[in-house]
């Protein structure tokens, strides 16, 4: 049960990270792009493969979410990533 409150936690903060990302003018506009795509995506109704479908339909929002965000950070000079992180992390 920790863990799984540990996660929530990080995963808010993280959260509150990206979106400080996206209204920084400094970052890149196609981090904001596939940024905005991996929020949107993980905030979709629905999926773009059904999760009905065994494996595949749940594995896509395991994978395609992550990509978007990983690519997006590549994209993103460290220090606008670690000058926000700073920001949702002051007390």
Do not use: N, S
Request: hydrophobic share 55%; charged share 25%.
């Amino acid at each position: 049960m920790r863990l799984l409150k540990e996660t929530a936690r990080r995963f808010k903060t993280e959260l509150a990270v990206y979106r400080l990302v996206l209204k920084d003018v400094r970052t890149p506009w196609l981090a904001k792009v596939l940024l905005g795509l991996a929020v949107g995506y993980a905030l979709m109704p629905f999926d773009l493969i059904p999760d009905f479908i065994p494996v595949i339909g749940h594995l896509d929002d395991v994978i395609i979410v992550p990509a978007l965000v990983i690519m997006a950070l590549r994209l993103i000079p460290p220090e606008i990533v670690a000058e926000c992180r700073q920001q949702v992390e002051r007390p």
